[in-house]
């Protein structure tokens, strides 16, 4: 009996304790299903997201419709489960305060109302926070995303679309904005003012970003030395990019089909290079700031000018190809000492190059000038239009080296110009004025030539200082021959000896000048001489041998 009691009462232990655990499970699955259902509202820490591999949980109520959510927790990741909705009496859905945050928007949407004054993503006074796979629609002014004071962060791979303000930082630095794309701002808002990107702050990256389709501007720079690189700034009604701090870098982007400039740059030495500008109402403007790098860019089929200087000085124009513009392929006005080098301007509607007002000591070196509309000119200046100092006109000092071009017009006063090649100089000393059909044919300079002919253009009529470069330096009796016989002294005058292998010397008219061994000249050639340059007023029976010897060079 003994026996059979000890096995009914391990029976019944055995059986309580089934009936014990059944009823933990149930409490358990209870659990877990309360849990479980409350977990589907929390943020979920995904591998990715963890740079040390250790998983996190943040208990958040995803609910921004009547209140912020604050993400406050240092170095934590949170990863948004649904879509947001904002109320119009709340102005703000999220507000990271904390630094080393990763927010990961999962591909959700925060959506507002439209409420000029609302921030979807808001950050002030923190670092190395990371804000990416939103979508935003229909925030305001102050930005969609809004940082102030933040640096060393990541705005990645977000969508913000038909609000007032697209991404907008402030005073912050070393920045990554990347793969973002900011459309349609402001296309249901109503009024103008919407920037897809607004960087008031210093060494930011703006990267393979979209700015497209907004009723303002694509992209638009206010802090220093930021690199906007490989984005795409497309049909803005504005302007594509506008530069107004210093020292910025627009690289590789394309600019397009926006309503005024494809860059517009406020602000000194910045570089725009390897860029496409194209459809746009104009490609490149500069107004009234200096210094600016323009490099390597293809500038094509805008409605008015490729690029467009409005008093702005010492900026370099490298290696740019300017083609089918329908205005100008460069313009100035009231612009000095700008540098033009290399590239092409072709098939320009107006003109290739017009110079306007008080535009002096500008360079034109190794440049293509083809295809220009036959109506206008590869080179003009009308230094009347829009002077900037009205008693002060003109185009003095400008350069033109190893360049050939066809039709020009130097209008208004004209102005002094030089110029040179590989085989000299010739620089003149008073304006020249006038038109032509071919300038390269109208000014040569060939190996041991000079050549001006002002019987295509009688303002090419004027002293000037030649430099002829590279002579053999072994003449017999060397002089300044003009059209094959000795320059007067009246007419030439030299400032190096002739023997040398560059000689400069001054004319006070045009033909074509050398430099050779003169040699004795023979009767019929004397008296040919002396009737050319000194009729009425020698006698060659009456000069004596020294006179005679002295003109023929003997």
């Known amino acids: 009996m003994g026996k059979y009691f000890k096995q009914y009462i391990i029976n ?12 933990l499970i149930g409490v358990l699955f209870i659990v877990v299903f309360e849990f479980g259902e409350k977990e589907s509202i929390i943020s979920q820490t ?25 993400l406050g927790s240092d170095g934590e990741t949170y990863v948004l489960d649904r879509d947001l909705y904002l109320s119009n009496t709340n102005l703000l859905c999220l507000n990271i305060t904390a630094d080393n945050i990763i927010f990961n928007g999962n591909g959700h949407t925060i959506y507002g109302t439209l409420n000029k004054s609302s921030v979807a993503v808001n950050a002030i006074n923190v670092k190395n926070i990371t804000i990416k796979n939103i979508k935003i629609k229909y925030f305001g002014s102050p930005g969609s995303i809004f940082l102030e004071r933040t640096n060393d962060s990541l705005i990645y791979n977000n969508s913000i679309n038909y609000g007032y303000k697209g991404i907008r930082s402030f005073y912050g630095s070393n920045n990554i904005f990347d793969s973002n794309n900011v459309s349609f701002l402001n296309a249901t808002a109503g009024t103008s003012g919407s920037i897809a990107f607004s960087i008031s702050s210093d060494n930011n990256l703006i990267i393979n970003n979209i700015a497209s389709n907004n009723d303002d501007t694509g992209i638009w720079i206010f802090g220093t ?45 910045n570089t725009v290079k390897n860029s496409r500008l194209h459809h746009n109402n104009f490609g490149i403007g ?64 107006g003109s290739a190059i017009l110079l306007q007002g008080y535009s002096l000591n500008n360079t034109f070196s190794n440049l293509t000038i083809e295809n220009t509309n036959s109506l206008y000119y590869d080179f003009t200046a009308d230094t009347n239009v829009f002077p900037y100092f009205y008693n002060f006109v003109g185009i003095n000092q400008t350069i033109f080296e190893n360049i050939r071009f066809g039709k020009y017009n130097f209008g208004g006063s004209g102005g002094t110009i030089t110029y040179k090649n590989n085989f000299g100089e010739i620089k003149f000393l008073d304006e020249v004025n006038g038109s032509g059909m071919n300038f390269s044919e109208d000014i040569q300079l060939l190996y041991n030539s000079a050549i001006v002919k002002p019987e295509n253009n009688p303002g090419l009529q004027r002293s000037a200082n030649v430099t002829l470069k590279e002579l053999a330096g072994n003449f017999v009796d060397p002089a300044i021959l003009k059209d094959n016989v000795k320059c007067p002294i009246e007419v030439c005058t030299n400032y190096t000896d002739l023997n040398s292998q560059t000689v400069v010397f001054k004319v006070t008219g045009w033909s074509e000048y050398t430099i050779g061994s003169l040699g004795c000249m023979g009767e019929e050639e004397l008296e040919d001489y002396i009737d050319i340059y000194y009729s009425g007023i020698i006698d060659i029976n009456q000069m004596s041998d020294e006179i005679i010897n002295y003109l023929n060079g003997c």
């Open 225 to 269: 030395n930021n690199t906007i690189n490989n984005n795409e700034v497309n049909s803005n009604i504005d302007s594509g990019i506008i530069l107004s701090g210093t020292g910025n870098i627009v690289d590789s982007n394309e600019m397009a089909y926006n309503g005024q400039f494809g860059v517009i740059i406020l602000s000194n030495n």
């Open 286 to 349: 500069i107004n009234n700031y200096h210094h600016q790098l323009i490099m390597n860019n293809t500038i094509f089929s805008n409605s008015y000018h490729g690029l467009y200087i409005d008093k702005g000085t010492n900026n370099k124009i490298i290696n740019n190809l300017f083609i089918n513009n329908f205005g100008n392929g460069l313009q100035l006005r009231n612009s000095s000492n700008n540098i033009f080098m290399g590239g092409i301007i072709s098939a320009s509607v």
């Open 12 to 23: 019944i232990i055995m059986k309580r304790r089934m009936i014990f655990l059944v009823l």
């Open 46 to 70: 995904i591998q990715e997201d963890n740079l040390d591999g250790i998983f996190k949980k943040s208990i958040i109520d995803w609910d921004c419709f009547d209140s912020s959510i604050v």
